[in-house]
């Protein structure tokens, strides 16, 4: 069983920024895929980012490219989403997720975060 933990979400203005971490419990975290997803209020959760095992095996919804960063730090068993420009609909539960395989052409996220409120004001 892989524990995430995420932190770091708020109350920002509009043109804001917010930093967003994830702790995995993951002994062998360098070989996890990471994922950030949201959920707004009577919205399903969406797809925000993902970062691979190698440099460079990154994607972002359009809805954020440009404007967000996921990163990580195997030796910490940390991953980061940093958030510029904040927009009100970005205003979201955001989790992280994990996964270790591709079911029928998409990542299959097996473990979940309890998610971190992000509230943009405008």
């Known amino acids: 069983q892989v524990r995430l933990v995420e932190s770091g979400g708020g109350l920002v203005q509009a043109g804001g920024s917010l930093r967003l971490s994830c702790q995995s419990s993951?002994?062998?975290?360098?070989?996890?895929?990471m994922g950030w997803f949201r959920q707004a209020p009577g919205k399903e959760r969406e797809f925000v980012a993902r970062i691979g095992r190698r440099t460079g095996d990154i994607d972002y919804a359009d809805s954020v490219k440009g404007r967000f960063t996921v990163s990580r730090e195997n030796e910490k068993n940390m991953v980061y989403l940093q958030m510029n420009s904040l927009k009100p609909e970005d205003t979201a539960v955001y989790y992280c997720?994990?996964?270790?395989?591709?079911?029928?052409?998409?990542?299959?996220?097996?473990?979940w975060g309890q998610g971190t409120q992000v509230t943009v004001s405008s």
């Open positions: 993951e002994r062998t975290f360098s070989s996890t895929v």
């Open positions: 997720a994990a996964t270790y395989r591709i079911v029928g052409g998409k990542w299959e996220y097996d473990y």
